[in-house]
């Protein structure tokens, strides 16, 4: 497949969140908006540092949310990629890797659209790009590389650091940005048979699931009814909720400065903090065997299970080693794979 041009790639994939139509003739791209022809709403291209990003965002009872992502995007790339704590900074290594092996594997295969729920600050799509733009085999097998925030900054921030990587040109052409919801996504991979026989890697990754304080199983749904119906698997990060009830919560306290405000709540694996007595920011760490039961009764199989590097926590006298959190790769119940 040729490289595409914004409008013509994502007229693809993309759906009206409203009315969910998948004719691929609904949406009208204009200059500055689409336009659905069904509901007649319509959104609009943003200019973000130069480049257009759809608008996709319809607001799902998350002012305080976007308002702590906006903030927290100044600080991120500092003080939780480039210098975060220890553990944290093993767990990030530790999924880097295993991401990759996933991909890499899908690659040497067949062709790849990768799309990434929760992109912040563009880790992985810089990443990719990078490899693409160096003719790095396989990932000269990726034909797209999307990435979905709602998070008007951390998609700015994301646009930087692609350009301070010299990948601002792919953006358009190999990488898609777009602002929306998880809990509303206007994505489809139903939408063009085209697609069908291209492999779609579907990742929410570094505890992204957790950071969704409701409406999570919608993310999950769509999963399940669409995103990787034809063709494709998914690849979910989540911290484990013994790791973070033990040590987790120095964690956070040595990340102030992204989390913001002092830590208001902390028990059975959730973290909260208050902003005008008002949940601020919000994350959930979960149960193994929970997580996955949640999974398998939405028609969706674990294809894999990775544990993620070990936290040592105190059991009555000894020291017991639990890991940090977990990947597991899945896929839809019966898959059609072509």
Known sequence: MRNLNLSEFLQRILVCPSCKSIDLTTLEFKQN?????????????????????????????????????????????????????????????????????????????????????????????????????????????????????????????????LENNKLKELIGTKIFLIRADARNLPISFKKDPSLRHVKKVVAIMFGTIGNIPTGREKVLEHLSSDLLKHNAIGVISFFNKDALLKTGIEEYNKITEVVGRPLTYFNEGIVVTQRDGRPFFYTKWFDYNEFTAQIENLNLKILKTYKGPGTKVPVWIFWKEIPRGYIIKITVKNLERK
């Open 33 to 161: 908006s689409v336009r659905c022809r069904r509901c007649h709403r319509s959104f609009p291209i943003r200019q973000i540092d130069g480049v257009k990003v759809p608008d996709f965002y319809v607001e799902f009872q998350v002012k305080n949310e976007t308002f702590f992502w906006d903030a927290a995007s100044e600080h991120y790339d500092d003080f939780v990629i480039k210098r975060p704590p220890p553990i944290m900074g093993k767990y990030e290594k530790w999924e880097d890797k295993i991401l990759d092996t996933i991909i890499v594997d899908v690659l040497k295969k067949e062709e790849v659209i990768f799309l990434e729920i929760g992109s912040g600050t563009g880790r992985y799509l810089t990443r990719y790009g990078e490899r693409f733009k160096r003719g790095i085999y396989p990932f000269t097998n990726l034909l797209a590389i999307v990435g979905i925030d709602f998070s008007e900054k951390m998609l700015e921030k994301s646009i930087k650091n």
